[in-house]
């Protein structure tokens, strides 16, 4: 039998548990009291499930983790933008070339050039997300949406959140997806308006109002593992 790799760490816990991460590690935790052997022995049983996973995660293409410089590749709306600098050749930038373009990056550090992305980030996001909004709204307008209004921040888990006061967050994150990806995440957030749990009412007004949001979800999901 192959024989699995991983790393051990021994807690006050009960029972032990695997852990396969996203970087092709594997990682056991276990009660303190476990022997080498016993934990061996429970890989063992669980040896095709680690594997599957270890295989789920090889398949995965590398994620795209881009710097911040003069050249490199960020992504907004699904298509590749590279960073340029503006200060000396506004006239000379390629207009076909999809382009993020920040003033005085040639001698700024990368915090620097991380902080002016940003900036041009969270506001091109944010118009995009409120346009996208609107849009929405108005294709729903027969469904008498509760008022709503747009903010962005930055989100570790989700894509998006309603309240039930109706402040719609995006995460800005969201902006380096499709068009597609966007809009189910957007329509998701507005059917939440007049639906507040998942519930079969709320998967409704989804394929009423945008029928393919399954397979854009699934995309956006697909996509996050990429860049
Ligand atoms: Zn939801």
Redo the contacts with the bound molecule.
């Keep these: 039998m192959k024989s699995i790799e991983y790393s051990l760490v021994l807690s006050k816990r009960k029972t032990i548990a695997i852990i396969v991460k996203p970087d092709q590690t594997v990682e056991v935790r276990a009660p303190k009291r476990v022997s080498k052997k016993e934990v061996e022995s429970f890989l063992q049983l669980k040896q095709s499930w680690v594997l599957a996973k270890l295989g789920e995660f090889s398949s995965r293409p590398e994620a795209h983790e881009p710097k911040y410089q003069e050249g490199e590749t960020h992504y907004f709306l699904g298509e590749p933008h590279c960073i340029v600098d503006t200060t000396d050749a506004l006239q000379n930038i390629d207009t076909d070339q999809a382009s993020i373009p920040l003033r005085s990056i040639k001698d700024a550090t990368s915090d620097q050039i991380e902080k002016r992305f940003d900036r041009w980030y969270r506001k091109e996001a944010l118009a995009l997300f409120i346009e996208r909004h609107d849009y929405w709204r108005e294709q729903m307008a027969h469904l008498s949406l509760p008022d709503s209004y747009v903010t962005i921040r930055k989100m570790k888990r989700r894509w998006g959140s309603?309240t039930s006061r109706g402040k719609i967050t995006f995460s800005t994150a969201l902006a380096k997806y499709p068009l597609t990806c966007i809009d189910a995440v957007v329509v998701?957030?507005l059917c939440?308006l007049l639906e507040f749990s998942?519930n079969q009412r709320f998967y409704q007004f989804m394929s009423h109002v945008y029928p393919g949001w399954k397979a854009y979800d699934k995309q956006l999901q697909t996509l996050s593992w990429q860049y």
Excluded: G, S
């Design positions: 309603c998701h957030e939440h998942h």
